[in-house]
């Protein structure tokens, strides 16, 4: 299987399309309703935000507690949809992937072809799984917000479908 | 307590014997590999104590209480305490705000608690963590007393499209037909509890065959396992109306229950 590691430049995602498998290793952040809010809020203000987003990758999960001796507990995809309203912001702002389960919105479709970005599900309910691939958690941003906190995350051969490729076409079919 | 940890960190029985039959039975490759992937999760949940699922649910708990049961003290209370200690003992998620406008203060309780008066002298507690990625896909529609069967079930195959990728395929789909909105929706919920078997009335067969063809699949992503049961509770109700409601479950549905 295609492996990719983060940075996710373009020259990297360009030629993946929706529908192709892959794992990635590198950095990604955790950031759910309540920190988009707050990052979209940020953004508005011209307030300086707590992760550099450009070529960033940002994971819709909000994981359980972590059980001792453990790097992170279950820490599987929430539902994208919820993000939709920040980000076609955020990926103007330099965001370059998303990882989430499910289907998006129109614009946020339109906003990732436009910005050459690319959308990301993983397998959806798997939490105990894919805690597995976590090498490292830190809690870096809104750690008031508890399980919505941002997490900077180091990860492994993390499994990946593309559903939204930087063209714009989605695994899911038109709307 | 004790409940908080089976629920949260096994997969009931009858739901994995669910999964593997929609695993044998998948044609579609892509979907075979995600449900390999949901019945690995389960296996590494046990074998790690770790949650099956990061979303541990608002916890639902039933509380059946036989009327010969006398009670000193404050039994709500206990049970609210009882989950709360037992989300914090095993490290789950503190998902409840306590603020529902503000969204601030996220803790692990208090939970939903249903309680039934029913026969016998013992108490019956069963917790039931729902993740509210499927949660948010529930329905509820008053229908005209004159509406046909048709339109009923046309409701219940799209509420469950309109689920679609979101919710976690694939679903256990639970319907409450009849009483009033909210006990329609408290049926569809009950429903959840169902043993899910390969056994089901006419009615339950044919709304698993029709949204088995919707071909919405694993994650969305096709394939012939959208839902592995359909069940239906309901009970009478007014001249004037038919109330129906849709409670969906992702596939880590989760229960546990215990006799006191």
Known sequence: MKRINTPLDINKIKSLKAGDELLLSGTIYTARDQAHKRLAQALKKGVHLPIELKDAVIYYCGPTQTPKGKIIGSCGPTTSSRMDAFTPLLLARGLKAMIGKGNRSREVKEAIRKYKGIYFVTYAGCGALLAGCVKKAKTIAYGDLGPEAILKLEVKDFPLIVAVDPKGRSIYGKD | ?260
Do not use: W
């Not at chain 2, 209370?77 to 998902?95: D, F, M, P, T």
């Open chain 2, 1 to 260: 307590m004790e409940l908080t940890r089976k629920a949260n960190f096994f997969l009931r029985k009858d739901v994995l014997a669910g999964l593997r039959k929609a695993y044998s039975a998948e044609k579609n490759k892509r979907a075979k590999n995600i449900l390999k992937a949901i019945l690995d999760n389960a296996a590494i949940a046990a074998k790690e104590k770790l949650a099956i699922c990061q979303d541990t649910g608002i916890p639902i708990v039933f509380a059946q209480v036989g009327h010969e049961v006398s009670i000193s003290g404050d039994l709500k209370a206990a049970i609210h305490k009882g989950v709360e200690q037992g989300y914090k003992k095993y490290c789950l998620r503190n998902s409840i705000v306590a603020g529902h406008l503000s969204r601030e203060s996220s803790g692990f309780s208090p939970g939903v608690i249903h309680t039934d008066i029913v026969k016998g002298n013992k108490i019956k507690l069963t917790l039931l963590p729902k993740g509210f990625g499927c949660e948010n896909k529930s329905q509820s529609k008053m229908f005209r007393p004159t509406a046909g069967i048709e339109e009923v079930k046309k409701f219940i195959i799209d509420a469950v499209k309109n689920a679609g990728p979101d919710a976690c395929p694939p679903y256990v789909v639970g319907v409450g037909i009849g009483g009033t909105a909210d006990y329609a929706a408290l049926l569809a919920k009950k429903a959840l509890l169902r043993k899910i078997s390969g056994r089901g009335s006419a009615l339950e067969r044919e709304l698993l065959r029709r949204i088995n063809k919707t071909g919405i699949g694993p994650m969305g992503l096709g394939g012939a396992s959208t839902a592995l049961a359909v069940y239906v509770e309901s009970y009478p109700t007014h001249i004037a109306g038919l109330p129906v409601s849709v409670n969906i479950s992702c596939h880590a549905l989760r229960s546990a229950s215990v006799v006191l």
